[in-house]
């Protein structure tokens, strides 16, 4: 089921598509030419985590239901209170969050800039066999968006444009379980 979960998200193209700095069509990750609506150069890791999500055939907030302004943050707001009743279940550990990832679920890391006129950052933690003192060292691995697009790279590298997020563990993990039939 993980093997089948991440072919889907594989597919999507992370690495050339959601680029950092334009405005892009948050299901395809296509720029789209519209102009960006941030000062700054505008990343992608809420859209693209949204797009993976509904094509797994799960609900993440997404657009038009919220911007892609500052996604993340509302993301992470909102998987704490409305996600549960859309099948999203904390995760309490990097452990627990592997395990669910290698078991087929949908799982994120998310995080909340202190500054909520800043974006936070969201990643989808990748199946994988890490030992407890490498999880613990620089996290599973991720598939992100960000200022560097990665089809694979460590949690703490994925974050590393929130140093916080990493440095004080103030980011959150969720799971969802992904219906097979979704993946057909």
Not at 31 to 39: A, N, Y
Not at 47 to 73: D, E, K, T, W
Request: glycine share 10%; proline share 7%.
């Amino acid at each position: 089921m993980a093997v089948k979960i991440f072919a889907v998200i594989d597919g999507l193209d992370v690495v050339q598509r959601w680029p950092a700095g334009v405005h892009v069509d948050w299901q395809t990750g296509i720029p789209d030419g519209r102009p960006e609506k941030m000062e700054g150069k505008h990343t992608h890791c809420s859209a693209f985590a949204a797009a993976a999500a509904q094509r797994l055939g799960v609900y993440l907030l997404r657009p038009p239901a919220h911007s892609q302004v500052l996604l993340a943050n509302a993301q992470y707001d909102w998987l704490q209170g409305e996600g549960a009743s859309q099948g999203w279940t904390p995760v309490q550990t990097m452990a627990e969050a592997q395990d669910d990832a290698n078991r087929g679920q949908l799982v994120v890391a998310v995080y909340h800039n202190r500054d909520d006129d800043r974006p936070g950052h969201i990643a989808i933690i990748r199946p994988g066999e890490k030992s407890t003192a490498q999880l613990a060292s620089e996290g599973p691995d991720v598939t992100q968006a960000g200022g560097t697009n990665y089809q694979s790279t460590s949690l703490k590298q994925g974050f590393a444009g929130h140093p916080r997020a990493w440095r004080e563990k103030s980011f959150l993990l969720f799971a969802h379980p992904v219906d097979p039939n979704a993946l057909k």
